[in-house]
Every structure is written in structure tokens, then in C-alpha cells.
């Protein structure tokens, strides 16, 4: 059975830090390009960031250029989402998901790419408040 399971979430004050982990079981992440989205209460879902399979550019939604930073770890099968000046804006639950693109070195983080991605995490919630 393909799982995707998130963890690191919580509550955390403007301008902290969380650092949020998309663990795989029953398959290798490698094989994936891995996205991070985000849903906010009474909002669409929105493309965060994404790591291509292999080599190509982490893409990242203008909103959180330069906060935060996506990485992968082969071998614990498990990407990573580091989250610094944190805003309230920030404040949703943060979805990780598996898909293959067209080519290993792409990886685009929009809702029109949603599709491409067949494998979600249950969601991890993270609230930013003082």
C-alpha cells in the first residue's frame, strides 16, 4: 500500500519555524516529484513548493520565496519542508504528494499540475499566531 504520511505541524508564533516531514511507505520517493500544498479554511488548495525527481529547481510559490526551503533524504525516504518567518498568512493545513512529470528534472507546484500527482498525505495542520 502506497502511503505518504506528513508530521511537524503545530502551532507556532510570527516569525518561527517549523520544519514539516513527508514520510513514504511502500514505495521510494525518489522515484517522485514531491510537491508540498496548502489549504486554508475557506480557501483553494495552493501549490507550496516542489523537488523534481532528480537534479532541476525546487520551485517555490512567490508567496514563501525565501522562507522556505524543500529537500528530500533518499535514504529515510522522506522530504522535507523548512519553514522560517513564519507569517499567519501561512496558517493552513499543508498537504504532501507524489507525481511523475513529463521529464525527472521538472516539478511545478500549481493547482493545474494537481493531476500529475496520485499519491496525498492526510495533511498536517500548521497554525501561526500569537
Known amino acids: 500500500q502506497l502511503q505518504l504520511v506528513e508530521s511537524g505541524g503545530g502551532l507556532v508564533q510570527p516569525g518561527g519555524s517549523l520544519r514539516l516531514s513527508c514520510a513514504a511507505s511502500?514505495?521510494?520517493?525518489?522515484?517522485?516529484?514531491i510537491a508540498w500544498f496548502r489549504q486554508a479554511p475557506g480557501k483553494e488548495r495552493e501549490g507550496v513548493s516542489c523537488?523534481?525527481?532528480?537534479?532541476?529547481?525546487?520551485r517555490y510559490t512567490d508567496s514563501v520565496e525565501g522562507r522556505f526551503t524543500i529537500s528530500r533524504d533518499n535514504a529515510k525516504n522522506t522530504v522535507y519542508l523548512q519553514m522560517d518567518s513564519l507569517k499567519p498568512e501561512d496558517t493552513a493545513v499543508y498537504f504532501c504528494?507524489?507525481?511523475?512529470?513529463?521529464?525527472?528534472?521538472?516539478?511545478?507546484?500549481?493547482?493545474?499540475?494537481?493531476?500529475?500527482?496520485?499519491?496525498w498525505g492526510q495533511g498536517t495542520q500548521v497554525t501561526v499566531s500569537s
Open positions: 504528494a507524489a507525481g511523475t512529470f513529463p521529464h525527472p528534472t521538472m516539478c511545478v507546484p500549481t493547482i493545474e499540475a494537481i493531476p500529475l500527482f496520485d499519491s
Open positions: 511502500g514505495f521510494t520517493l525518489d522515484n517522485y516529484a
Open positions: 523537488i523534481p525527481r532528480t537534479g532541476g529547481r525546487t
